[in-house]
């Protein structure tokens, strides 16, 4: 799906950005290409940053700006580190450090308390939180999506209660493990009262009234890919945009409809992105998109996208 949005994106020449927020996994370790990035490649993309004069901020300063309403100034990017993993520790950190770079690291406490042989130490966090922040990535990344209503209470209340004990601070900020939600598990995350919640929805973050603080998007970059990279850096969010349909993941895998609506009414025509489909235009009406797609889709995990102009918002949506 990179690759076909590469084509289409590289078609549109006019492309402005707002901010962006970027979620690594590993550093240097080559067993798991699909989560990893070499520190070589990393450092290819900072010097990028340096050289275009984009400005490293702590993810809570992006979250300050959306929870003012406030628009996020183009040039900023944040960083973020899911899981924590140990290569992190042991491969990413330095080059973080000598940039100066801020960062947050999402931790799935139950790696840590468990003391997974792959994952950080709470004495390694101690360390790593004099350089960034330490935040919230559930106890057990579990599916909340397939999970009750009390289990995933237990597993937040279980990482929470842990991460006041160990580190003494109460987590902010929160990702959904998988990046995987819907509009049940929102609202049972809603009374932990974090400041922001983010998904893993490749997007940019516009800000103002336009981005949601509890559904904040975030680009995965992995492999030597510095191209997606600075390529992700342009995209500009689109405002707006409500998907109606689908809204779970189609058990025949057969996409039917495509129902979205925007709030500009003004707009005649939009792209519809769907995994292993590209893009199709289609035609709005009064800011409605209402197409009979039925489109096969093959992944477990698919994107479901809408872009006008050089605008984009994309969803996920996994099995
Ligand atoms: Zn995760």
Redesign the pocket.
């Known amino acids: 799906m990179t690759k076909v949005l590469l084509l289409f994106l590289l078609l549109s020449p006019y492309l402005m950005s707002d901010g962006h927020i970027f979620v690594y996994?590993r550093f240097d370790d080559t067993r798991y290409p699909t989560t990893n990035i070499s520190t070589k490649e990393l450092r290819k993309e900072f010097n990028y940053l340096k050289k275009n004069g984009y400005q490293v901020v702590p993810l809570i300063d992006i979250v300050k700006k959306i929870n003012k309403n406030e628009e996020v100034p183009s040039k900023w990017v944040a960083f973020s580190i899911?899981?924590g993993f140990k290569s992190f520790y042991t491969h990413g950190l330095s080059v973080f450090k000598e940039y100066n770079y801020p960062f947050t690291i999402?931790i799935?406490v139950k790696y840590t308390e468990k003391k997974y042989k792959d994952y950080v130490s709470w004495k390694q966090l101690k360390t790593i939180a004099k350089y960034g922040s330490v935040e919230f990535?559930?106890y057990g990344?579990g599916h909340f999506g397939q999970m009750s209503e009390k289990e995933i209470k237990v597993d937040m209340d279980k990482g929470l209660s842990l991460m006041k004990k160990h580190l003494n601070y109460e987590p902010n900020l929160f990702?959904y493990?998988?990046?995987e939600y819907d509009d049940r598990v929102t609202k049972i995350i809603e009374p932990y009262g974090f400041k922001a919640v983010f998904n893993?929805n490749i997007g940019a973050i516009h800000g103002g009234t336009c981005t949601d603080g509890n559904d904040i998007d975030r680009s995965a970059v992995v492999g030597s890919n510095a191209h997606d990279f600075k390529l992700y850096l342009k995209f500009q969010e689109l405002c707006g945009v409500n998907f109606q349909q689908p809204i779970v993941y189609p058990k025949d895998k057969i996409v039917k409809t495509v129902e979205v609506t925007l709030d500009d009414k003004t707009i005649q025509s939009a792209d519809i992105f769907i995994s292993n489909n590209g893009w199709t235009k289609v035609k709005v009406s009064n800011g409605k998109i209402l197409w009979n797609a039925n489109k096969k889709i093959k992944l477990n995990r698919i994107k479901i996208g809408v872009k006008v102009k050089s605008k984009i918002k994309l969803m996920v949506l996994s099995k």
Do not use: I, K, R
């Open positions: 996994h899911d899981d999402f799935a990535h559930s990344h990702v493990p998988y990046g893993q």
